[in-house]
């Protein structure tokens, strides 16, 4: 039989979400605007960031962990990491700041070539060197 006292009393709240973590993993901090990093931006680990590395949080050690020998995408260090591309992201600023891993953007998609142009050329190179 159900004691009165029980159902008095409130359900307890809870207290973590799925949400919390990731606030505590970024300090509460939002992606400045000017460092909207692409899924296919490389990312590095700069030289000599051991030493600085070691005050870092779990999160961001474990990416310049996973960054020091190589380049890797956005993408890519999400996947490893098991964090959301926005979490990784905000991480990915704080270390840029820090000056512990460098960030390039990827290469711009090349435009349209001129058939017509291509196709002069191609004619000069043929009536130079013969064809």
């Known amino acids: 039989m159900p004691d009165e006292h029980d159902q008095d009393e409130e359900p307890e709240l809870e207290l973590t979400s799925a949400l919390v973590p990731f606030f505590v993993i970024t300090n509460g901090r939002a992606l400045p605007s000017d460092q909207q990093y692409e899924r296919t931006a490389l990312v590095t680990a700069l030289k000599g960031t051991s030493a600085a590395a070691r005050t870092l ?3 961001a050690q474990a990416i310049v962990d996973l960054v020091a020998h190589g380049f890797l995408s956005v993408a890519e260090v999400a996947g490893h990491t098991h964090l959301p591309l926005g979490i990784v992201r905000i991480l990915l600023a704080q270390l840029e700041e820090s000056g512990l891993v460098l960030v390039r953007k990827p290469v711009p998609r090349a ?3 001129d058939r017509e142009l ?3 050329v191609l004619a000069g190179l043929k009536s130079k060197f013969g064809a």
Do not use: A, C, K
């Open 118 to 120: 291509l196709g002069d």
């Open 111 to 113: 435009e349209p070539t």
């Open 57 to 59: 949080s779990p999160e």
